[in-house]
């Protein structure tokens, strides 16, 4: 991402959400756009003004590699996820899990918090499910392990049978109340 930033012309600036406000402060104004970890968006979101473009790198990601469209319309999913409805979390690598895991404790967590109970399971690697009727939504990762044509072959999967999916920072966008306002910088016009 600074690659990117440096390579068209712009200044990129990396602080840690407890020195958000003062790094805010050496702006002359207000910055361009704040890209943050999905995770702290909802502290993130506090702090900026409301002009301030906000977005994800697991956003800016799911640009990059899949179909941001189907991705948005799945986190919107979320808001029809009943009691006891099956959800898989999805993930491209296969990792040791540690404590605080996002896949295996944070969004999990934060997704009983919005809805209740639920069913919740997990993969990793290339063991995503063939019957991916099973489940009510797909939540996966920012797909950085997969290539675009994995990717979207994914999403497809779950398109094909009418299952709504999205990924890790679209969903936690959408839990916190602000998945339009990230997602603002990617209108067209």
């Known amino acids: ?86 959800v898989l979390i999805a993930e491209a690598c296969t990792h040791h899990q540690l404590k605080g895991d996002i896949a295996r404790e944070k969004l999990p967590m934060l997704l009983q918090k919005k809805v209740g109970n639920l069913e919740i399971a997990n993969c990793s690697g290339k063991d995503f499910p063939e019957n991916i009727s099973d489940y009510d939504l797909v939540i996966h990762c920012g797909s950085c392990m997969l290539n675009r044509a994995e990717t979207v072959n994914r999403l497809g999967t779950c398109s094909d049978k009418e299952i709504p999916i999205t990924n890790f920072g679209m969903a936690i966008a959408e839990i916190n109340g602000i998945l339009d306002r990230v997602m603002e910088i990617f209108k067209e016009g």
Do not use: C, H, W
């Not at 994800?56 to 006891?84: E, H, P």
């Open 1 to 86: 991402m600074i690659r990117d930033i440096l390579d068209n012309g712009g200044i990129p600036t990396v602080v840690t959400l407890d020195n958000l406000k003062s790094g805010l402060e050496i702006f002359d104004g207000k910055p361009d756009l704040v890209i943050t970890d999905s995770q702290v968006f909802k502290a993130v979101d506090e702090v900026l003004d409301k002009d301030v473009p906000l977005t994800s790198f697991s956003i800016i990601m799911a640009r990059a590699k899949g179909d941001l469209d189907t991705l948005y319309r799945g986190a919107k999913g979320i808001n029809q996820l009943k009691v006891g409805a099956r």
